[in-house]
């Protein structure tokens, strides 16, 4: 029965309710992430308008490699709680992440580099594997150390993998994040024309205008074709 209930978490994450008993796995130095941060983010959290168990929101940024974290407070909106400054190259053109729209799910709560917690998501997307994705996984790890993907400090990984984690232990059964080449603003698109990746950053703009304006995440279609919002 447990088996039945851990295979229709993993596999039904990011389209079906959570199963009442199904909870995400740690193992030991995924627990001790979480008893080491738990009382600290508790109190940090609730200061900047938050608190651990409410759902979350991950935004990232290229140009300035930085990644937001975001929390619905009360009032259903979500509002700004952190900013972490990304410590590897994310601007190494070898090593430069895919911008995009993307989700993290359960089934990385049981992967772990030797210094901590790692949290994938399921790229390639529609679109990317249309576009000739590139031989790696989108990621979010500690150390510094990733490929193709944002990178922490060891302190900073433990710290926001302990707030994900109770996010999903509440019940949150999708968590995005989104990663755009820069802040889409009309003024940095005007500068953007004639990048070759620019009718990409078409459809990617309306997505990061519509959370700035309303502050809560659109419906987002995906496809071979690429990105548009469901109205």
């Known amino acids: ?10 596999i ?4 079906l309710p959570l199963v009442a008993m199904a909870q995400p796995l740690l193992s030991g130095i995924g627990k001790e992430a979480v008893e080491r941060n738990r009382n600290r983010l508790d109190f940090y959290l609730e200061d900047q308008g938050g608190g651990l168990g409410r759902p979350v929101f991950l935004r990232s940024f290229i140009d300035s490699e930085k990644l937001e974290l975001w929390q619905i407070g009360k009032n259903g909106k979500y509002k700004h709680i952190r900013t972490y400054k990304l410590c590897n190259d994310a601007n190494n053109l070898k090593i430069r992440p895919s911008t995009g729209v993307y989700n993290i799910n359960t089934t990385n709560f049981t992967t772990y580099l030797p210094n901590g917690p ?14 000739k994705p590139i031989k790696a996984s989108l990621n979010i790890a500690p150390s510094c ?12 990984m433990g710290e926001l993998f302990t707030i994900l984690y109770f996010s999903v232990k509440n019940g949150q059964n999708n968590i995005q994040l989104h990663v755009f080449p820069f802040e889409m603003n009309w003024i940095a698109m005007v500068g953007a024309k004639f990048d070759k990746n620019y009718k990409k950053y078409q459809q990617l703009a309306p997505i990061y205008n ?6 809560t995440i659109p419906k987002v279609s995906i496809t071979k074709n690429g990105y548009k919002i469901i109205k």
């Open 1 to 10: 029965m447990k088996k039945i209930l851990s295979a229709l978490f993993i």
């Open 12 to 15: 039904g994450f990011s389209s």
């Open 118 to 131: 790692v949290l994938l998501t399921n790229y390639p997307n529609a679109f990317d594997r249309n576009n």
């Open 145 to 156: 150390r990733t490929t193709f993907g944002l990178g922490l400090t060891d302190t900073e």
């Open 210 to 215: 519509y959370f700035e304006g309303h502050k």
